[in-house]
């Protein structure tokens, strides 16, 4: 299993107090409130929580990719190797893209581009990034087709993305966000929620194989408790824009303190008790509107915990170990629960 | 491929066929009678009756369609019954002109139109955008002829920059090589040593260009920005980008590829559509191209001359349909591979 000494590392990356919003002509949506998330070299953060929770919005703040307008940084800062990337200029956030920070998708279906064969788009990244020439860029996508154990690379670095499966798609894609000199942070948006359950598995074993060889970062986000315990160094778990709980994986998993977490657990198929059961538990109610979001803590209206304070008021940090932290008033309660 | 491209080249002869049959019924039911209009208002019934011995109109109209359908077969578009020249020797001496103004206005159209319509998908809901898609709505309304003559009137007229009409200086002697004006005065400046041909075609080029481009140009950048705003959203737009390619090289490589493929289809249509356009922009700018061949030929009830001249068009018109669907194939690859 994953080894948690690593906190010695260095940081890579430290997201501080990101505010994120969309100005759409309805108001404005907190996409992304207060939000910090700090990056170790080498290490495996995962971020999760459902849909429309403010995941992909904090990943691709990080690279820039929102767009701008509708979005905007209202506060925050992203500080990656020492410079602060909201501030950078964009012509060093495009040199940063695709050699320091990569990204990979959840459709290999449409992320790549469909009127250019798979050794050109990676040989393209390699061009864009270094003096080489077209010849020397397709010889080294070849060496990545390969890398991410795409048989005869040779081949297939002239085939068109309609002619492979979704598994190789995403395989291409991940050659892709290979395609950099330097390791650094590789940003993996769902990679496989549109997958295959064995090729997930192919998948998540080759992104963990990676890691070790190129010595890269991930930031992977999903809504996955599966592929969450097979990736994860630490766990950073978001609910309508706000992280409510942050935590090594095994305290996750095992101690949750976070009523989302806990409901989250507790609708797993593989949950101890579930066996012979029929149904599985969901967490009554819907996710708030981010347009009318208050200030209060954003779950209070699904919780089973629920305090009077928690629509007033937004909970601060409270540490419960040094890599486990919860923004909860009632965490106590759940404390109890877990300890039955 | 080739097996594809013989296949759609057999289709021309069902369509051909349907293109004749049409255009031969079509002009038997206009009213009128080329015997009246060749001896005029004071001619006696005895001499029309005899002229439409000459050309066979007093035959049933089957037998006669049957007569004309044999003689295309043998790919013989008959005489002019005004200038009694071969139907085929007059499109052939004209079409070089009809040829080279689309070429002319369909290049202005698709490099404008292509470049307003990705700077407006670009900088959507600016002032740029907004400016463009609104002369597109203009541009698109405009009448061809009136669209010529206000061109003639300011550019010509008023400001004396331009000339009114016809392909090249009246005063300038000249024996056409190509027939391609541009092409011919480019040669003529390498033998002759001057490029004074070059200039005079193109002078006499630019306001015909611009009133015959100019609706497609209009179609064609919003069929641009339409389907550059739809490619823009894509997955893979963003791949790109995280990727670190830079920003113009991801609209104008990455993006318009994909954006193009209902571009293109639209341009084949305009260039076709462009062929009858024609018609009125040459009438306007004494163009000697078919087109305006075709109005006096239609004025004069030639018709042999409409009929061949029709006939000529549509056959283009399908042969630029088979280019453009040969052109989808090389832009996507997953046509090709069908």
Redesign the interface.
């Known amino acids: 299993m994953k080894d948690t000494t690593k906190n010695t590392n260095k940081v890579l990356l430290s997201m501080e107090h990101l505010n994120f919003s969309f100005n759409i002509q309805r108001g404005v949506v907190k996409a992304v409130r207060d939000l910090s998330l700090t990056i170790r070299e080498g290490e495996t953060l995962t971020l999760v929580g459902e849909s429309g929770c403010g995941k992909s919005v904090t990943a691709h703040a990080i690279?820039q990719?929102n767009p701008m307008p509708p979005g905007e940084v209202v506060s925050g800062s992203i500080n990656f190797k020492g410079r602060d990337l909201l501030t950078l200029p964009?012509h060093e956030i495009?040199?940063?893209?695709?050699?320091q920070i990569?990204?990979i998708?959840q459709?290999p279906m449409?992320?790549?581009?469909?009127?250019?064969t798979i050794g050109s788009q990676i040989a393209?990244?390699f061009m864009?990034?270094q003096k080489i020439s077209k010849q020397e860029g397709l010889k080294r996508a070849v060496h990545l087709l390969d890398l991410v154990k795409i048989p005869s690379p040779e081949t297939r670095v002239h085939s068109?993305p309609?002619?492979l499966s979704g598994g190789m798609r995403q395989r291409a894609?991940i050659a892709?966000?290979l395609?950099s000199p330097e390791p650094g942070l590789m940003?993996a948006d769902e990679p496989t929620t549109a997958l295959d359950v064995t090729i997930q598995a192919q998948i998540l074993d080759l992104l963990n194989d990676l890691k070790s060889k190129v010595n890269m970062s991930i930031l992977l986000i999903t809504h996955d408790m599966g592929v969450v315990a097979e990736m994860a160094d630490r766990v950073a778990v978001m609910y309508a824009g706000r992280k409510v709980e942050e935590a090594d994986v095994f305290s996750i998993f095992e101690e949750p303190r976070h009523p989302y977490t806990l409901g989250l657990l507790n609708s797993l198929p593989s949950n101890q008790k579930y066996k012979g059961a029929r149904r599985l538990e969901a967490i009554d109610g819907t996710v708030p509107d981010l347009l009318t979001i208050g200030e209060g803590c954003p779950f209070c209206n699904r919780c089973t915990f629920a305090l009077p304070i928690c629509s007033k008021e937004f909970p601060g940090e409270t540490v419960i170990t040094e890599e486990h932290s919860v923004w909860c008033h009632n965490h106590k309660a759940v404390e109890e629960i877990i300890a039955k | 491929m080739l097996k594809h491209i013989l296949k759609r080249l057999g289709l021309l002869i069902p369509t051909l066929f349907g293109v004749v049959t049409l255009v031969f019924f079509m002009i038997a039911l206009a009213p009128g009678d080329p015997a009246r209009v060749m001896l005029g208002e004071r001619a006696n019934a005895a001499q029309i009756e005899q002229i439409r011995q000459e050309l066979g109109l007093d035959k049933p109209l089957i037998q006669q369609y049957g007569l004309y359908l044999s003689r295309v077969v043998r790919l013989d578009l008959g005489e002019s019954i005004t200038s009694g020249q071969k139907i085929k020797d007059e499109i052939s001496e004209r079409f070089p002109a009809t040829i080279e103004l689309a070429i002319w206005a369909m290049l202005f159209a698709s490099i404008v139109g292509i470049i307003l319509g990705v700077t407006s998908a670009r900088k959507r809901n600016s002032w740029v955008d907004y400016t463009t898609m609104g002369g597109a709505l203009v541009g698109v309304s405009m009448p061809v002829f009136w669209l010529g003559l206000v061109l003639i009137m300011i550019f010509s007229v008023w400001l004396d920059l331009l000339p009114t009409g016809g392909r090249m200086n009246v005063r300038y002697y000249f024996e056409p090589i190509t027939n391609f004006y541009i092409i011919d005065g480019m040669i003529l400046w390498i033998t002759e040593g001057t490029p004074k041909y070059l200039v005079s075609a193109f002078q006499h080029l630019i306001l015909p260009t611009i009133a015959l481009g100019t609706i497609p140009l209009a179609i064609i950048a919003r069929t641009t920005r339409s389907s550059m705003l739809e490619v823009l959203q894509q997955d893979y737009i963003k791949t790109a980008r995280s990727a670190g390619i830079r920003e113009r090289r991801v609209v104008y490589r990455y993006a318009l590829r994909n954006a193009l493929l209902p571009v293109v289809t639209v341009i084949g249509l305009q260039f076709g559509l462009l062929l009858s356009g024609a018609i009125l922009t040459e009438t306007v700018f004494s163009w000697p191209g078919i087109g305006k061949w075709i109005y006096v030929a239609i004025g004069a009830r030639d018709y042999p001359a409409v009929q061949g001249g029709i006939i000529f068009i549509s056959t283009f018109f399908v042969l630029i349909n088979l280019v453009v669907d040969i052109l989808y194939s090389v832009i996507n690859p997953r046509i090709r591979m069908q």
């Open positions: 690279n990719l964009m495009e040199a940063l893209r695709g050699t990569s990204m998708f459709e449409t992320a790549l581009n469909p009127v250019f393209d990244v864009t990034h068109y309609h002619q894609m892709m966000a395609a940003i």
